[in-house]
């Protein structure tokens, strides 16, 4: 019996452009998390004495911006090394061969596979054939796998692939396979790479995806990590997924219908902070929330919307022992009073407006019809703020016109809250 570590899309060093963007950002945390998650993967790797380590694809973001990003490699590989664990690498779409300008000597326990064909790797003492095959260019539109060898007989067959499959929202389409012609091949275990979310396309055989091994940004959510695969005696395997990541995305959306004020609001966040916290395990949590539902806090919150969102960033530092960072807080709620009485009014000014702002939400391109030209309005915008601005998001509409209406509702009626 023995084991070995399936990891893929480290993007280490990834630049992460923007941060400075966001309120309170943790952005030195962020930006070397890839780095700390990259050396909980080694820690894994001695820790339980893997035979080796294969990384699908994407260990680096790109060209480097200096050769720091390569020295730090290097100096994690060394403590492998150290241990008599053989990596085995090959480049995907982001570190493909053409886009990597500069290089380092890697240390002798590294086995890099060429881009110009696939290659195998044998482990005679082990019994193990890995195949494997790199990207020549960042873009790669033809099948890889077809071309791979036909299992090696007398072995424990590996291929690895940097691939979008059969295709996954939110990829680029690189390198498209077929399960079934995955499994044509006869091998063991597909250890899969691109795909950032963690998926097992096929028990018998596996065909995984590891997913990458730390989030880079609210859309990558939950733990990430490595699968670590034990090959018992008679060569049946088994997976277990093991968490390297540092810093936690996660969203938190809550249904505020049944509450009754803000107050109430807040003590539901409060709480929903506290799990999310305890579910992070220690780490540095980047924590959006999402606040939904017909609620007699709606006006409040809207009116107030950089005032309540300070509150709960305030909330996170103190529930969170300062290991909460809230990424942005989205307010999605409704006022059935409000809504009701003016509908009830729809022929003065309110209740044209609130007819406005529901064909506005339907189809933000009826802004257009209105005559309404953003781009005076972004013109007359902080430098700082004009970076947000995104008039062409019909997201961005929604989220802008959600907190325009209550503000001016409340203001035409008089019932602003004054903090």
Not at 147 to 157: D, E, F, Q, T, V
Request: hydrophobic share 40%; with cysteine; net charge negative.
């Amino acid at each position: 019996m023995f084991k070995f570590i399936h990891a893929a899309d480290i993007h280490l060093d990834s630049p992460l452009r923007g941060l400075e963007q966001y309120e309170g950002a943790p952005v030195h945390e962020i930006r070397d998390a890839a780095r700390r998650a990259l050396a909980n993967l080694v820690d894994l790797a001695i820790d339980q004495q893997v035979a080796f380590v294969l990384i699908a694809g994407d260990l680096y973001d790109g060209d480097w911006r200096d050769y720091n990003t390569g020295l730090y490699f290097v100096d994690q590989i060394r403590r492998l090394r150290e241990a008599d664990i053989p990596l085995y690498l090959i480049s995907g779409n982001h570190d493909a061969a053409n886009r990597m300008t500069r290089t380092l000597r890697m240390p002798e326990n590294v086995t890099f596979f060429s881009a110009d064909a696939p290659e195998t790797a044998l482990l005679p003492d082990l019994g193990i054939a890995i195949h494997g095959q790199s990207f020549a260019t960042a873009a790669v539109y033809d099948d890889l796998s077809e071309r791979y060898p036909a299992a090696k007989s007398g072995c424990l067959n590996i291929g690895m692939l940097h691939t979008c499959a059969t295709g996954r929202e939110g990829h680029d389409r690189y390198a498209p396979c077929s399960i079934e012609g995955l499994k044509a091949k006869g091998y063991d275990y597909w250890a899969l790479g691109h795909i950032h979310i963690r998926e097992v396309l096929s028990h018998q055989p596996i065909i995984a995806f590891s997913g990458n091994i730390q989030g880079r940004h609210i859309r990558e959510t939950g733990p990430k990590g490595c699968l670590l695969v034990t090959v018992n005696d008679d060569q049946s395997l088994q997976t277990e997924f093991r968490a390297l990541d540092v810093l936690r995305w996660d969203v938190a959306s809550l249904d505020v219908s049944k509450s009754q004020g803000v107050d109430d609001v807040l003590n539901r966040v409060a709480t929903e902070i506290e799990s999310c916290h305890g579910k992070a395990a220690g780490r540095l949590l980047a924590l959006r929330i999402e606040l939904t539902g017909e609620t007699a806090a709606h006006r409040d919150l809207h009116a107030q919307k950089h005032h309540w969102t300070n509150e709960i960033r305030s909330l996170a530092i103190d529930v969170g022992k300062g290991d909460v960072w809230i990424e942005k807080v989205k307010l999605r709620t409704s006022d059935p009073v409000a809504r009701s009485t003016l509908n009830n009014i729809p022929d003065d000014a309110i209740g044209e407006l609130a007819s406005l702002f529901d064909q506005a939400r339907t189809d933000t391109s009826r802004l257009v019809e209105l005559e309404f030209d953003f781009s005076d309005v972004v013109k007359k915008l902080p430098a700082e703020l004009k970076m947000l601005a995104r008039p062409d998001d019909p997201e961005w509409l929604r989220e802008i016109l959600a907190e325009a209406e209550p503000l001016l509702l409340s203001r035409l009626t008089g019932s602003l809250l004054v903090i």
